[in-house]
T-cell receptor, first 112, second 117 residues
Framework: GESVGLHLPTLSVQEGDNSIINCAYS??????FIWYKQESGKGPQFIID?????DKRQGQRVTVLLNKTVKHLSLQIAATQPGDSAVYFC???????????FGKGTRLHILP | NAGVMQNPRHLVRRRGQEARLRCSPM?????VYWYRQLPEEGLKFMVY????????ESGMPKERFSAEFPKEGPSILRIQQVVRGDSAAYFC???????????????FGEGSWLTVV
């Protein structure tokens, strides 16, 4: 069945370095992808999204890359800050389906 | 511009009791989603509703769980005869439209943490 998963459950990054969080998906019909950030005890917060007709999209300090050939999605965070510590989820959606499917998540640790 | 509002934030119930979780969507949003999250896991889709109509309940357990979104008032997720395995965070999300095209961004509330003792 369809699934969205992540390669690494935990990622530790030095403060100031760039972070790259990866995500694999298996549903060929997925055409919209979203990254969410979830801090402890809080709800998921929308970060950035990308449609399948794009391969790159940039936001403030974040970039999402989409490789449809290998069904891979990544989130790049530039100059990682302590406030970036959280669990990051990729999620996907396909046209005609109302639900968004979440992956398991990657916990990002910021090292001082 | 208030976000998605959920209450209660924390709820403790004894086994066999009922739990009611409420969700008010963002202003202008007419579609509500409920997700469940177990500790250290991702969010699992449960149900998607619009006013007075359940659109997709494929993620809802067959028994004890129900959801509604009445014409007036918040959406309610109801769990009857709770068991310890129901202990989880329940998140509500809302969107302004259905996914007749891709790009169905949904915005989440802060969640309701249910503990069954």
């Amino acid at each position: 069945g369809e699934s969205v998963g992540l390669h690494l459950p935990t990622l530790s990054v030095q403060e100031g370095d760039n972070s790259i969080i990866n995500c694999a998906y298996s549903n060929s019909a997925s055409d919209y992808f979203i990254w969410y950030k979830q801090e402890s005890g809080k709800g998921p917060q929308f970060i950035i999204d990308i449609r399948s007709n794009m391969d790159k999209r940039q936001g403030q300090r974040v970039t999402v890359l989409l490789n449809k050939t290998v069904k891979h999605l990544s989130l790049q965070i530039a100059a990682t800050q302590p406030g970036d510590s959280a669990v990051y989820f990729c999620a996907e959606n396909e046209v005609g389906d109302d639900k968004i499917i979440f992956g398991k998540g990657t916990r990002l640790h910021i090292l001082p | 511009n208030a976000g998605v509002m959920q209450n209660p934030r924390h709820l403790v119930r004894r086994r066999g009791q009922e739990a009611r979780l409420r969700c008010s969507p963002m202003k202008g949003h007419s579609h509500v989603y409920w997700y469940r999250q177990l500790p250290e896991e991702g969010l699992k889709f449960m149900v998607y509703l619009q006013k007075e109509n359940i659109i997709d309940e494929s993620g809802m357990p067959k028994e004890r769980f129900s959801a509604e979104f009445p014409k007036e008032g918040p959406s309610i997720l109801r769990i009857q005869q709770v068991v310890r395995g129901d202990s989880a965070a329940y998140f509500c999300a809302s969107s302004p439209r259905s996914s007749d095209s891709s790009g169905n961004t949904i915005y989440f509330g802060e969640g309701s943490w249910l503990t069954v003792v």
